[in-house]
């Protein structure tokens, strides 16, 4: 939180902060190297399908923030996993459904736009054989998402339509999976 805002004084909108949001954006705009962030996922495999993902920190402007968190990973029993914690395709979604959540939330916080309900749903098709590579013309991942979102609050359907159509325009994880992101690998043998 902005030091020089008092959170009994803040403007709080959807229960953000919307005078940080705006200083942040300002800061941003005026200097474009506290842009930039850098984010790191560190994934161990535990046996069977089971991984666990860790997460310690990010960087934000050059400044490294803290953070410790895991993510466990695993597959359906009928995937060769034990089916205790979600597969990589569902965090993959959770992921986008997510970013998008954060997306609205700000967007109407921004617009003075109180929400009541919001709900993403998302879904999509993987055909095995890609994956398992018995068929080589078969995708191996999705070919196409498709997402619903639910959304109630003080704005109108005119102010939602431009919220909606923000939240596509500027959502990192809705960019990620719309366009070809570059994998760069190195693999070390030990």
């Given at each position: 939180?902005?030091?020089?805002?008092?959170?009994?004084?803040?403007?709080?909108?959807?229960?953000?902060?919307?005078?940080?949001?705006?200083?942040?954006?300002?800061?941003?705009?005026?200097?474009?190297?506290?842009?930039?962030?850098?984010?790191?996922?560190?994934?161990?495999?535990?046996?069977?399908?089971?991984?666990?993902?860790a997460v310690e920190?990010?960087?934000?402007?050059?400044?490294?923030?803290?953070?410790?968190?895991?993510?466990?990973?695993?597959?359906?029993?009928?995937?060769?996993?034990?089916?205790?914690?979600?597969?990589?395709?569902?965090?993959?979604?959770?992921?986008?459904?997510?970013?998008?959540?954060?997306?609205?939330?700000?967007?109407?916080?921004?617009?003075g736009l109180t929400?009541?309900?919001?709900?993403?749903?998302?879904?999509?098709?993987?055909?095995?054989?890609?994956?398992?590579?018995?068929?080589?013309?078969?995708?191996?991942?999705?070919?196409?998402?498709?997402?619903?979102?639910?959304?109630?609050?003080?704005?109108?359907?005119?102010?939602?339509?431009?919220?909606?159509?923000?939240?596509?325009?500027?959502?990192?994880?809705?960019?990620?999976?719309?366009?070809?992101?570059?994998?760069?690998?190195t693999l070390v043998?030990?």
């Amino acid at each position: 939180m902005n030091a020089n805002v008092q959170l009994n004084d803040a403007h709080i909108v959807n229960g953000l902060n919307v005078d940080d949001l705006r200083a942040l954006i300002e800061d941003v705009r005026r200097d474009a190297s506290k842009a930039a962030t850098r984010w790191r996922v560190a994934t161990a495999w535990l046996g069977q399908a089971h991984s666990r993902a860790a997460v310690e920190g990010f960087s934000m402007g050059g400044q490294q923030v803290p953070r410790r968190f895991t993510i466990d990973i695993d597959e359906p029993c009928e995937l060769g996993g034990s089916n205790r914690f979600a597969n990589p395709q569902e965090h993959l979604i959770a992921a986008l459904n997510a970013c998008m959540t954060v997306g609205y939330v700000a967007q109407c916080a921004l617009r003075g736009l109180t929400l009541q309900s919001l709900e993403i749903e998302t879904e999509g098709d993987i055909d095995l054989r890609g994956f398992l590579g018995l068929d080589p013309q078969i995708a191996n991942g999705y070919e196409c998402l498709r997402y619903t979102v639910r959304i109630r609050g003080s704005g109108t359907r005119e102010q939602f339509a431009q919220v909606h159509d923000a939240v596509m325009a500027t959502s990192p994880n809705v960019y990620n999976l719309a366009n070809a992101v570059g994998l760069k690998s190195t693999l070390v043998v030990e």
